[in-house]
Every structure is written in structure tokens, then in C-alpha cells.
């Protein structure tokens, strides 16, 4: 699996938009883009993943650049119960190891 | 739909006791997974499975063992505790191949 490089920490006002950038330069052909958050003392929840284009769901949109080597995570309207750490991921298809890294620490404030 | 549901919550045991995480989910997933967490880190694969009967070893496996006789539970077993395994475990499940995990609120375990 690729690795990912993440800011450690960002803060976010209320009611504007987070954008969250990972770096995963070595990410090759199959592997997708997984982003996952956790808020403190709860399990992972996933977010969002993509392999090529530009995902939406009702949570967040995920931007993939063309050449795929990073992307950003973009909450549109950060609330205060968005504040947790996100954390940016990269896998394939084979079963290996889903390194969750250190993540960014996003802090929404009023 | 509870999803995946770890039990204890929290657990606190002496050094070279026993014990057994319980993880279920009701999904009909296949593959379901054991993490670690320790402060400040991400998540370290323990154990994982990809079916009934079908276990493997991941990152951590040291200390622990596991068992899939049903497609919804998947039980983790301290043999004898230590102090390093002081953590908070996290079960997983995901659907298939490429599709997101769907993880417990995880079991706190202090090891005196």
C-alpha cells in the first residue's frame, strides 16, 4: 500500500469549508483513495473513497488530482461535530495492511 | 442495523490473565478485521478474516489468537496478558475487495 503524507493539524471556522490535502505520490494503477475520521474515543468512520474521478456523497467530496499523486477531502459546511482527526488512505485491491498513519488533527472553532 | 458491536467497552485485567474481545456484525460481511490503538498512533492490523474458517495473521499478531466458526462473529483472545498490550481495539468489517470498513467504537484495556 502507498504511503500518505498528511498535515498534522488545521483549523476550521464554522460554516466555511475544510479542505484536507494528502499527498500519496507513490500510489500505483489499482490502489484507491480511502478517507476515514475519528472522533475522539470512537471507531473509525469512513468517509469517502475514489480511484480516478472526483467522489460526492452527503458527508464530503473527494478531489483526485489527474495525475492521482494527491487529493483533498472537502467538507463543504465544517460544523463543530466535524472536529476529529481524518485520516487519508491508500489500498489496492489485496487484503494487506490498512495503515491508518497519524491523520490530521482538523479543530473546528465557533 | 446495529453494524459492528464490540463488547466490553472497557476492560481492566491483571498481568497473565486471559480474556476474549467479542466482535459482532449483523451486515453478512465476509471479512472483518482486529486493530490496536495506542495514543497518539493510527491503527495496527492484529488478525483478520476473509471468510468462515479462514484467519490471518496481520502487523501485530503476537499475544493473540483467532477464530471464525460463524460469518457474524469474530472473537479476539488475549492468551496471557501483558502490560504492552495496554490499547484500544477496534473490529472491523467491510463487504468485499475494495468496499470501506465499518468499524466497532472499540474496547478500552488497561493491563496491570
Known amino acids: 500500500d502507498a504511503k500518505t503524507t498528511q498535515p498534522t493539524s488545521m483549523d476550521c471556522a464554522e460554516g466555511r469549508a475544510a479542505n484536507l490535502p494528502c499527498n500519496h505520490s507513490?500510489?500505483?494503477?489499482?490502489?484507491?483513495v480511502y478517507w476515514y475520521r475519528q472522533i475522539h474515543s470512537q471507531g473509525p468512520q469512513y468517509i469517502i473513497h475514489?480511484?480516478?474521478n472526483n467522489e460526492t456523497n452527503e458527508m464530503a467530496s473527494l478531489i483526485i488530482t489527474e495525475d492521482r499523486k494527491s487529493s483533498t477531502l472537502i467538507l463543504p459546511h465544517a460544523t463543530l461535530r466535524d472536529t476529529a482527526v481524518y485520516y487519508c488512505?491508500?489500498?489496492?485491491?489485496?487484503?494487506?495492511?490498512?495503515?491508518f498513519g497519524a491523520g490530521t488533527q482538523v479543530v473546528v472553532t465557533p | 442495523n446495529a453494524g459492528v458491536t464490540q463488547t466490553p467497552k472497557f476492560q481492566v485485567l491483571k498481568t497473565g490473565q486471559s480474556m476474549t474481545l467479542q466482535c459482532a456484525q449483523d451486515?453478512?460481511?465476509?471479512?472483518m478485521s482486529w486493530y490496536r490503538q495506542d495514543p497518539g498512533m493510527g491503527l495496527r492490523l492484529i488478525h483478520y478474516s476473509v471468510g468462515a474458517g479462514i484467519t490471518d495473521q496481520g502487523e501485530v499478531p503476537n499475544g493473540y489468537n483467532v477464530s471464525r466458526s460463524t460469518t457474524e462473529d469474530f472473537p479476539l483472545r488475549l492468551l496471557s496478558a501483558a502490560p504492552s498490550q495496554t490499547s484500544v481495539y477496534f473490529c472491523?468489517?467491510?463487504?468485499?475487495?475494495?468496499?470501506?470498513?465499518?468499524f466497532g467504537d472499540g474496547t478500552r484495556l488497561s493491563i496491570l
Open positions: 472491523a468489517s467491510r463487504q468485499g475487495e475494495a468496499q470501506p470498513q465499518h
Open positions: 451486515m453478512n460481511h465476509e471479512y
Open positions: 507513490t500510489i500505483s494503477g489499482n490502489e484507491y
Open positions: 488512505i491508500v489500498r489496492g485491491y489485496s487484503w494487506g495492511k490498512l495503515q
Open positions: 475514489g480511484l480516478k
